[in-house]
T-cell receptor, first 116, second 116 residues
Framework: GAGVSQTPSNKVTEKGKYVELRCDPI?????LYWYRQSLGQGPEFLIY????????DSGLPNDRFFAVRPEGSVSTLKIQRTERGDSAVYLC???FGQGVGYNEQFFGPGTRLTVL | GDSVTQMEGPVTLSEEAFLTINCTYT??????LFWYVQYPGEGLQLLLK?????DKGSNKGFEATYRKETTSFHLEKGSVQVSDSAVYFC???????????????FGQGTILTVHP
């Protein structure tokens, strides 16, 4: 079956511009996660959705970052007034959500964002 | 807060050599522990996991044992292959009441290169 997909795969923008990054989770997965991976580093958590609501947004670095998941499926990460330091690979993951035991997170290929 | 520390890389080995990648963690309570792998041009994939102390996770010839007393989860393989060349990430997720939830906390990653 289809895995997690992310679009675009690459995005180049200018400092100060607004960008949207899209994530399509695996069908039936209720939990969705966004991570950011800077060059040479491990992924860092940004936000986690359970259904339509953000269950944990403690990783969002500041109020320029915002994410939505209006119908509990596709999610969009929005970055306003982009800065050069926002350049990174943005990863999305999905899982079956909470329940007893561990629900494996399946990762998408990522969107590489470059802010010039 | 939670953190994961991996041995610094990169690691370069000849085919059939023994591999160890060290990982230690700091976390509240009793987290679940994971190794993820990122092959060139591909997304993050779960390699193996362990959900409680003394559990051993294994997959594709790789093993790691959850050592609570030393807060470690070292990755080992007895005989590496060229196809094992990838970036390896140690990670944890917090547990509460038997359920693993929310964000993964990753180490910085270790680049492994295996030569024929």
């Amino acid at each position: 079956g289809a895995g997690v997909s992310q679009t675009p795969s690459n995005k180049v923008t200018e400092k100060g511009k607004y960008v949207e990054l899209r994530c399509d989770p695996i069908s039936g997965h209720t939990a969705l996660y966004w991570y950011r991976q800077s060059l040479g580093q491990g992924p860092e958590f940004l936000i986690y959705f359970q259904g339509t609501g953000a269950a944990d947004d403690s990783g969002l670095p500041n109020d320029r970052f915002f994410a939505v998941r209006p119908e509990g499926s596709v999610s969009t990460l929005k970055i306003q007034r982009t800065e050069r330091g926002d350049s990174a690979v943005y990863l999305c993951a999905s899982s079956f959500g909470q329940g007893v035991g561990y629900n494996e997170q399946f990762f998408g290929p990522g969107t590489r964002l470059t802010v010039l | 807060g939670d953190s994961v520390t991996q041995m610094e890389g990169p690691v370069t080995l000849s085919e059939e050599a023994f591999l160890t990648i060290n990982c230690t963690y700091t976390a509240t309570g009793y987290p679940s522990l994971f190794w993820y792998v990122q092959y060139p041009g591909e997304g993050l994939q779960l390699l193996l996991k362990a959900t409680k102390a003394d559990d051993k996770g294994s997959n594709k010839g790789f093993e790691a044992t959850y050592r609570k007393e030393t807060t470690s989860f070292h990755l080992e393989k007895g005989s590496v292959q060229v196809s094992d060349s990838a970036v390896y990430f140690c990670a944890l997720v917090r547990n509460a009441g038997g359920t693993s939830y929310g964000k993964l906390t990753f180490g910085q990653g270790t680049i492994l290169t295996v030569h024929p």
